[in-house]
């Protein structure tokens, strides 16, 4: 079904039209002032200057016409020439009803099939993955359900970092520490024992340490550089250590993942795209754009409207190593390839900016991609501490993601105990609710904010069942379905909510849904969607303050305030689970 507001908007376009006006200037929203008016449309203003008339002489034109319509209400001109409209209750009646039948809740097919490749989390091989690939994951994630849900055909890569100098640090580090491992043997041929000689646990210490010495001392650095060549040249040795070191890492990240309801259609890496890079560079070189400088191999981007330097592209520094513009450039040869995307995001710190603006400025100069396909950049800030700083742990070091998640579960139980939950609850069931509401906590904080800007992690309020926090949505859904569950109450179709005034501002937010999600999509703007569902809860909490629903003795006013809390649920439910977001059945 198509949103109220499209309805609208083509009966106020046809007004446009007939009066030989182009139909664009009927395009109707939302008010501005909802104690004025329902929606208004501002077209009156732009078709003045073509119509050589006064806004407001166009703007009676079109009321004159509006008012042939029985679904209005009340029709009225303000200001200079915006017309402001409001629908009957019975017209608001029809919409929702039908709404309730719409497994789409009358959000349109924007998509229409075309492929988005979405590359976020970027946790790297070999480093445990910290508090700053928590907002890549949830925003990533988020942004693949909401443009999935808007009719795009979406493709989740995890793009794991593990063909980088990191990975050199640790086998150098490895060789150092135990030269007479077999894999460090140049004449061994294998094969290569199948259990991993190495757990996450010792990657969590070696790493910091390689790459400490590396650091601080050149010559060990070298060693680290020679290793990420000889890697990248698959050294069998080498190769066969980097495969069980992804093993490990891979194993570790899914269980991270999978704790935040985190999903990828796909688990490929730098690396995956290795046999890519040769050809890309024969054919960068062949047609002029790859060039040497200093050493290295390296595609200049500046731009003759370009006032200062812009710095190019690296695809092979001088010792030989490929880059991390080297693998993102040759990710998009393969992206293009094998799935002919409209579009590929990337939801990656914003400090990394620079870089895929390189990245891109690369591709499309050498028609890598086409014009026509959008790469962007979709940046976030940091999750800060509460000094304003990165969060770290009380040691100073950096927070793993995995003792986020456990911090989140601690506190989600302290919370339970406090409100007194868990003495109605046990076992399983406890521990489900403690894990729903540590996650709903540490989501919706992170979302309902800007992606751009940078917020302060404060578990105690992000946890609390009050204010705008995941754990208060949870609440107000079971709350709903609590209340179904005592009026033993199950939705059909042929249920009607009444529209009037105790319900019909509620009725106008749900009215707004569709445009919603369409500015999330957009917009790549998921605390779009944070925003509204926590004002439809807290519309929805208010309105059933002021209606005794249960006692209710008028059978149609009974069912018409079961209908409609059936289908504030059913969007509460719905958004939440584009935030990967779930609520337990009881609390
Ligand atoms: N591994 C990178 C990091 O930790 C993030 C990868 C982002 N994605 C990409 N295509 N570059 O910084």
Redesign the pocket.
Same mark, same amino acid.
């Given at each position: 079904m198509t949103s109220l507001i499209l309805n609208i908007s083509k009966i106020v376009a046809q007004a446009f039209a007939d009066e030989g006006l182009e139909a664009g200037f009927g395009q109707v929203k939302t008010s501005d002032r909802p104690d004025l008016a329902q929606f208004q449309c501002n077209g009156a203003m732009a078709a003045a200057k073509v119509a050589k008339l006064s806004p407001r002489a166009v703007a009676e034109k079109i009321v004159a016409r509006l008012n042939t319509h029985d679904i209005f209400s009340k029709i009225e001109i303000a200001g200079p020439g915006f017309i402001n409209l409001n629908l009957t209750d019975d017209a608001l009646g029809e919409y929702v009803n039908n709404l309730a039948c719409d497994p789409r809740l009358g959000v349109r097919d924007i998509g229409a099939g075309a492929t988005v490749v979405l590359?976020y989390g970027?946790?790297?091989v070999a480093k445990a993955m910290h508090v700053? =690939?928590l907002r890549?994951s949830i925003i990533g994630d988020t942004l693949r359900r909401v443009l999935k849900f808007a009719g795009y055909d979406t493709i989740g890569d995890v =793009?794991?970092?593990d063909w980088g100098t990191m990975m050199g640090m640790v086998i150098s580090e490895l060789e150092l520490r135990h030269p007479e491992w077999i894999y460090f043997q140049e004449d061994f041929s294998g094969p290569y024992p199948d259990e991993s000689p190495v757990t996450i646990e010792d990657l969590a210490e070696i790493y910091p340490t390689a790459s400490g010495n590396s650091k601080s001392d050149p010559a060990r650095m070298a060693l680290s550089h020679r290793a990420t060549v000889e890697l990248q040249n698959k050294r069998p040795g080498y190769y066969a250590l980097w495969q069980k070191m992804v093993e490990v890492s891979i194993a570790s990240m899914k269980s991270n993942f999978a704790a935040l309801n985190v999903y990828f259609d796909l688990w490929l890496g730098e690396a995956s795209v290795h046999d890519v890079i040769a050809p890309m560079v024969e054919d960068l070189k062949a047609k002029h754009y790859a060039v040497m400088d200093d050493g290295a191999l390296v595609v200049p981007l500046k731009r003759n409207e370009d006032t200062k330097e812009y710095p190019p592209l690296f695809l092979y520094k001088r010792d030989g190593a490929v880059m991390?513009s080297t693998t993102?450039l040759a990710?998009i040869v393969d992206r293009v390839e094998k799935f002919h995307p409209a579009k590929i995001l990337?939801i990656?710190?914003q400090r990394?900016n620079l870089?895929?603006e390189q990245v891109f400025r690369a591709a499309y100069l050498t028609g890598i991609v086409s014009p026509d396909v959008e790469l962007t950049h979709v940046g976030h800030g940091t999750m800060n501490g509460p000094d304003g700083k990165p969060f770290k742990t009380r040691a100073g070091g950096v927070l793993r993601l995995e003792d986020l998640i456990a911090l989140g579960l601690e506190k989600a139980r302290q919370r339970l105990h406090e409100a007194g939950i868990d003495q109605h609850f046990s076992g399983d069931e406890l521990d489900d609710i403690a894990r729903k509401v540590s996650v709903a906590a540490i989501k919706f904080a992170d979302l309902q904010n800007n992606r751009m800007t940078d917020y302060i992690f404060d578990l105690d309020r992000l946890t609390s069942f009050e204010g705008k926090t995941g754990p208060y949505l949870l609440y107000q859904v079971v709350r709903i379905k609590s209340l179904h569950e005592k009026a033993d109450y199950q939705f059909d179709p042929s249920h009607r909510i009444i529209v009037d005034r105790s319900n019909r501002d509620l009725v106008l937010m749900m009215v707004e849904w569709p445009q919603v999600l369409e500015a999330a999509t957009r917009d790549y703007a998921p605390h779009f969607l944070c925003d509204y569902v926590y004002k439809l809860a807290q519309m929805f909490s208010s309105y059933y303050a002021a209606t005794h629903v249960l006692s209710q003795e008028d059978v149609a006013t009974k069912i018409s305030a079961l209908a409609l809390s059936h289908l504030v649920l059913k969007h509460i439910e719905m958004i939440l689970d584009l935030l990967g977001i779930y609520a337990p059945q009881r609390m």
């Open positions: 590359d970027g946790p790297n700053g =690939h890549a =793009h794991m970092g991390y993102d990710t990337y990656v710190d990394q870089h895929f």
